[in-house]
C-alpha cells in the first residue's frame, strides 16, 4: 500500500507569491494533518482535517489555509509569502481523529522562499 | 498545552555501541510515538507506544505513562542510525483537534 504521498517535493517561490502544496493520504485514513519544520526544530502543528472538516489550527497567520476534498486528500495554501515560510511542509495522516490513532508522515514539501 | 523534553539534545557513537534517548513529558496523553528522521529530511515512524514495551531489530521502546516518560533504546549502532530522533505526544488541545506535539529532538550521529 502507498504511504503518504506529497507534492512537489521542492518548490522555490518569491516573496509575495502564493504556494499550494498537496497531499494524499495513506487509502483508508480519514485525517489529514499539516504540519511546517524549520530547520533545527521539530515540527509544528498547522491544521487538522477530518471528514472535510477543520478540527484545528495551529499559531500560524491567516496566510495559510488547507481544505480536505472528498477523496480524503488536501491541499494547504500560503499566500503573501515570507522568507519566514521557508520551511519544510509534512503532511501526516491517520485512521480516524483521536488520540489514540497514530501519525504517518510523507516525505514532505520543501518550500524555500527568496 | 503538552510539554516534550528530550536528551541528551546531541549525541555521537562510535558504531557498534548502544545508546538510550529519553522523553520526559508535561502531561497524561493516549499517543506518544517515535520518529527517526533522516539526513534528506524523511520523518519515519518507529514506534506507537502509548505505554508499556516494544521491540522491532535493534530498536526498543519503553513508556512509563504514570512517570511520564518514555525511553528508545538503541543496539549495535550502525552508521544508518544517523540522524534526528523525535518523540511526540498527541494530545487534545480543544475544538475537536488533536494535534501532535514534538520535542527538539535528539540528533544522533554514528560515526564508523
Known amino acids: 500500500d502507498a504511504g503518504v504521498t506529497q507534492s512537489p517535493t521542492h518548490l522555490i517561490k518569491t516573496r509575495g507569491q502564493q504556494v499550494t502544496l498537496r497531499c494524499s493520504p495513506i487509502s483508508g485514513h480519514k485525517s489529514v494533518s499539516w504540519y511546517q519544520q524549520v530547520l533545527g526544530q521539530g515540527p509544528q502543528f498547522i491544521f487538522q482535517y477530518y471528514e472535510k472538516e477543520e478540527r484545528g489550527r495551529g499559531n ?3 496566510r ?49 522562499v527568496t | 498545552g503538552i510539554q516534550v523534553e528530550q536528551s541528551p539534545p546531541d549525541l555521537i557513537l562510535q558504531e557498534g555501541a548502544n545508546s538510550t534517548l529519553r522523553c520526559n513529558f508535561s502531561d497524561s496523553v493516549n499517543n506518544l510515538q517515535w520518529f527517526h528522521q533522516n539526513p534528506w529530511g524523511q520523518l519515519i515512524n518507529l514506534f506507537y507506544i502509548p505505554s508499556g514495551t516494544k521491540q522491532n531489530g535493534r530498536l526498543s521502546a519503553t513508556t512509563v ?48
Open chain 1, 64 to 112: 495559510f489555509s488547507a481544505r480536505q476534498f472528498p477523496n480524503y486528500s488536501s491541499e494547504l495554501n500560503v499566500n503573501a509569502l515570507l522568507l519566514g515560510d521557508s520551511a519544510l511542509y509534512l503532511c501526516a495522516s491517520s485512521l480516524r481523529d483521536r488520540g489514540n490513532s497514530p501519525l504517518h508522515f510523507g516525505n514532505g514539501t520543501r518550500l524555500t
Open chain 2, 65 to 112: 505513562a504514570t512517570e511520564r516518560y518514555s525511553l528508545l533504546y538503541i543496539s549495535s549502532s550502525q552508521t544508518t542510525d544517523s540522524g534526528v530522533y523525535f518523540c511526540a505526544l498527541r494530545g487534545y488541545s480543544g475544538a475537536g483537534s488533536y494535534q501532535l506535539t514534538f520535542g527538539k529532538g535528539t540528533k544522533l550521529s554514528v560515526i564508523p
Open chain 1, 60 to 62: 500560524f497567520p491567516d
